[in-house]
């Protein structure tokens, strides 16, 4: 079959190789669809954590499809079938789990391989994390449940409540996905901040009240204007780098929320004003990934379109074309995600 194998920075090829041989309770998919994501550029161009990712490895980990074969032990799902699988599955009993956080699971595994032809989901992911895709939806759209349940479980940390600010920095794939989840969520106001105007009008289309171009306007300063001096309720950091991390603590009220989200860098530290944090009693939550439950009340979302993620699609190519595809990521400002298909 073929496949995209990333060997390192910025090296990624396509090649072919067996396809997977499908073990007792395993599931061997057709892929049908898989969308790019930021983690994905993350990766191919600085690397990630080793322990989640181990090169070289066949690339890719937003996806759905077609089961072909099922293996023993298993009465579901059927061969024929359209579903999407998580790209992890925890143990359920570790001690992390056993407090309920799935999403930090000490044993937990991963699955990576959805730039290819087919894809091997592990018989634990089959159990825990796979679902069964309704026929009105597209594969494309069922890709997207994995960042979606992300995003699902950072709001969910960030307790956003209805007739909060909301502030988004960035408005990239992730950054507009917490834009359509905290509107559902019932925020009254969501601004969207980013350096491209292409994206800042792309998220006026999916419904941010107020847009601040960073690269134009003092941020802060704005922000605070269109908060009436207090700052926002909520505010979201969804780039990872530590400036940003810093520049959201700048632009939440007393008694308000940061919630961390994207990942910077391996290593790298930020600074925090202990005043504001401490007399203004701020929130600061992180949040990483996604439980199995996140995944599935993703896809319901997707279902049922109370969260609309077709417009997020902005483009098609075929797999052999990867290479080009994150090219054109890297480069271009109008595409948010482009659907890799088979």
Request: net charge neutral; hydrophobic share 40%; with cysteine.
């Amino acid at each position: 079959m073929k496949a995209a194998m990333l060997y390192g920075v910025k090296d990624l090829r396509i090649e072919d190789v067996e396809i997977p041989k499908v073990g007792l309770g395993e599931v061997l998919v057709k892929v049908k669809a898989a969308t790019t994501c930021g983690t994905d550029l993350k990766i191919f161009r600085r690397g990630y954590v080793e322990k989640v990712i181990k090169l070289p490895t066949v690339f890719g980990h937003e996806w759905a499809g077609e089961v072909v074969e099922v293996g023993e032990g298993l009465e579901w799902p059927k061969k024929g079938m359209r579903i999407r699988a998580g790209n992890s599955a925890p143990c359920l009993h570790c001690t992390m789990c056993q407090k309920g956080k799935y999403n930090l699971c000490e044993n937990m595994i991963w699955l990576w391989g959805a730039y290819a032809e087919y894809i091997k989901v592990p018989a634990r992911m089959v159990l825990v994390n796979m679902q069964e895709i309704p026929q009105h939806v597209s594969y494309e759209e069922a890709a997207i449940t994995e960042p979606l349940a992300c995003v699902l479980h950072g709001a969910e940390e960030a307790n956003i409540k209805p007739g909060d600010t909301v502030t988004i920095i960035g408005a990239g794939p992730i950054g507009l996905l917490h834009l359509l989840t905290a509107k559902k969520f019932g925020a009254g106001r969501v601004i969207s901040i980013d350096l491209v105007e292409d994206r800042l009008n792309f998220a006026e289309r999916l419904g941010a009240d107020e847009t601040v171009n960073a690269g134009k306007e003092d941020v802060v300063e704005r922000v605070r204007e269109l908060t009436g001096g207090y700052g926002s309720d909520v505010v979201i950091e969804a780039i990872g780098l530590p400036s940003t991390w810093e520049q959201a603590l700048k632009l939440v009220r007393k008694g308000g929320t940061v919630l961390e989200f994207g990942g910077c860098p391996p290593g790298t530290e930020i600074k925090v004003n202990t005043e504001k944090l401490h007399y203004g009693e701020l929130t600061v939550r992180g949040s990483f990934h996604a439980t199995p439950l996140h995944f599935r009340k993703a896809l319901n979302l997707i279902a049922s379109r109370t969260i609309d993620v077709r417009p997020l699609i902005t483009r098609k190519m075929r797999l052999e074309n990867i290479r080009e595809a994150f090219d054109i990521l890297m480069t271009s400002k109008k595409e948010i995600k482009i659907a890799i298909i088979p």
